[in-house]
Structures are given as C-alpha cells and as structure tokens.
Nanobody, 123 residues
C-alpha cells in the first residue's frame, strides 16, 4: 500500500503560480507511475499529469499543457506539480495518485490516492 499526502494548495490570482507537493511513503515498488488529477465542484475527476518514472516519460492533459509541469525528487520521495499561468477554470481539488498506467491514462490505472489539496484561482 502506498500513502500519499498532498500539500501546497491555496488561493491564487489569475496568472499566478502554485507548486503542489505529494509526499510518498509505503510500498512504492508496487507503482511505476505517479499522477495528478483534479475535480471541480459538480464535475468528474479528470486527469492532469502523470510521470512514468521507470522510463522517464511524462504525460499531460491538453488543457494544462505548457502551463503545468510534473516532476519528482526521489531523494525526498516527493512528486510535484508546478502550475503556472493559472486560470479560474483550474480551480479544483487536486489529487495525487500512484499506480501503473496504460495510455490512454485512466483514473482506474491508479490504485492509491491522497486526500487532495484545494486550489482556488480568483479573477
């Protein structure tokens, strides 16, 4: 079992930046990829970004491509989501997840989830 704890969310103005962190612990050998998803009120949870660390490959949703970057620090067992040029439509609760992905990436590829961190972008 993998434990995931997100942090770094908050309130930011349009055009601002935030960096989300996901602290990873537990049986990480069972997962070959880390991902970020988000869920806005009244909407389904959607894929944001993923990092298949075994082959160093990253994947991004079209809606955030060029603005968000997923990265990881193996020494700190932490995965990051750097979010730049934030828009009101980026407002959502952001979740970190661990699993084994198959393209196209699906929510069901991930078996471990954090509790999420809220990001609110004000206009």
């Amino acid at each position: 079992q993998v434990q995931l704890v997100e942090s770094g969310g908050g309130l930011v103005q349009v055009g601002g930046s935030l960096r989300l962190s996901c602290a990873v612990s537990g049986r990480t050998s069972s997962s070959s990829a880390m991902g970020w998803f988000r869920q806005a009120p009244g909407k389904e949870r959607e894929f944001v970004a993923a990092n298949r660390w075994s082959i160093g490959r990253t994947y991004y949703a079209d809606s955030i491509k060029g603005r968000f970057t997923i990265s990881s620090d193996s020494a700190k067992n932490t995965v990051y989501l750097q979010m730049n040029s934030l828009k009101p439509e980026d407002t959502a609760r952001y979740y970190c997840a661990a699993g084994r992905i198959v393209v196209p990436i699906k929510e069901t590829d991930f078996g471990s989830w954090g509790q999420g961190t809220q990001v609110t972008v004000s206009s």
